[in-house]
């Protein structure tokens, strides 16, 4: 019975992968594709071309969609429309919070400034103690800084599995421990419950450090390890 089980563990780890992989895929195209919808049946890519992949054309169509609006977006006139429909949401009392609240997690999301999630942050919370994940989102907080007295920082704690949602924490930079894990290698870490954990670099050294003889110099990130 144990030699049964540890077959099906092992068929389910193959499996499960794959299959929830092509769900999700699946569900992606076609939500992409729901796109093509608004081409006309005789202009539609796979009549034209004469064969269809599914997701595809959507995809392609939503990536010129996105370039166009994009090279719109950053040239005068395209900003000035943009400024006109911004000014024209925030006249409307629910649209204006929501819009933004969605167009500031966006920025701080996407961007490449400062602002943008580039620290991930070990931090004490929701008590002394208990240790959450967390990512720095700004470090010029003006009023807050000057009435705290302290140099702090705000940060974004998110919620598992679904990252999008979580929590503002306002803490003392002294209290917060900097990790050296990626952004990417944090969320996938915060998804996958705890389960998916990247590799420290400096355990990937001190296993290199093993294998080499012992008075070679190891760098870590142009920094000798003695």
């Not at 169509?61 to 719109?72: D, R, S």
């Given at each position: 019975?144990?030699?049964?089980?540890?077959?099906?563990?092992?068929?389910?780890?193959?499996?499960?992968?794959?299959?929830?992989?092509?769900?999700?895929?699946?569900?992606?195209?076609?939500?992409?594709?729901?796109?093509?919808?608004?081409?006309?049946?005789?202009?539609?890519?796979?009549?034209?071309?004469?064969?269809?992949?599914?997701?595809?054309?959507?995809?392609?169509?939503?990536?010129?969609?996105?370039?166009?609006?994009?090279?719109?977006?950053?040239?005068?006139?395209?900003?000035?429309?943009?400024?006109?429909?911004?000014?024209?949401?925030?006249?409307?009392?629910?649209?204006?919070?929501?819009?933004?609240?969605?167009?500031?997690?966006?920025?701080?999301?996407?961007?490449?400034?400062?602002?943008?999630?580039?620290?991930?942050?070990?931090?004490?919370?929701?008590?002394?103690?208990?240790?959450?994940?967390?990512?720095?989102?700004?470090?010029?907080?003006?009023?807050?800084?000057?009435?705290?007295?302290?140099?702090?920082?705000?940060?974004?704690?998110?919620?598992?599995?679904?990252?999008?949602?979580?929590?503002?924490?306002?803490?003392p930079r002294k209290d917060v421990i900097e990790?050296?894990?990626?952004?990417?290698?944090?969320?996938?870490?915060?998804?996958?419950?705890?389960?998916?954990?990247?590799?420290?670099?400096?355990?990937?050294v001190a296993e290199l450090r093993w294998k080499?003889?012992?008075?070679?110099?190891?760098?870590?990130?142009?920094?000798?390890?003695?």
């Open positions: 019975m144990k030699r049964l089980r540890r077959y099906l563990v092992a068929g389910i780890l193959v499996w499960l992968p794959v299959g929830v992989t092509f769900v999700l895929i699946k569900f992606l195209a076609s939500q992409v594709d729901k796109i093509l919808s608004i081409i006309p049946d005789a202009y539609h890519p796979a009549n034209l071309v004469g064969f269809n992949i599914p997701g595809l054309w959507g995809f392609i169509l939503a990536f010129l969609i996105l370039l166009a609006t994009g090279i719109l977006a950053a040239n005068f006139v395209g900003r000035g429309i943009v400024n006109f429909w911004e000014s024209l949401l925030e006249r409307i009392p629910v649209i204006r919070s929501i819009y933004a609240a969605v167009k500031k997690f966006a920025e701080v999301v996407f961007s490449d400034t400062s602002q943008s999630f580039k620290k991930v942050l070990l931090i004490e919370y929701p008590r002394k103690g208990l240790y959450s994940l967390a990512f720095q989102t700004s470090s010029q907080l003006g009023e807050v800084q000057g009435r705290t007295g302290e140099d702090v920082v705000c940060s974004f704690v998110p919620t598992t599995p679904n990252p999008t949602s979580g929590f503002i924490i306002i803490i990790l050296d894990m990626s952004v990417d290698e944090a969320l996938k870490m915060i998804m996958s419950l705890g389960v998916v954990v990247p590799t420290w670099r400096r355990d990937q080499l003889p012992p008075d070679l110099p190891v760098t870590d990130g142009g920094n000798k390890q003695k």
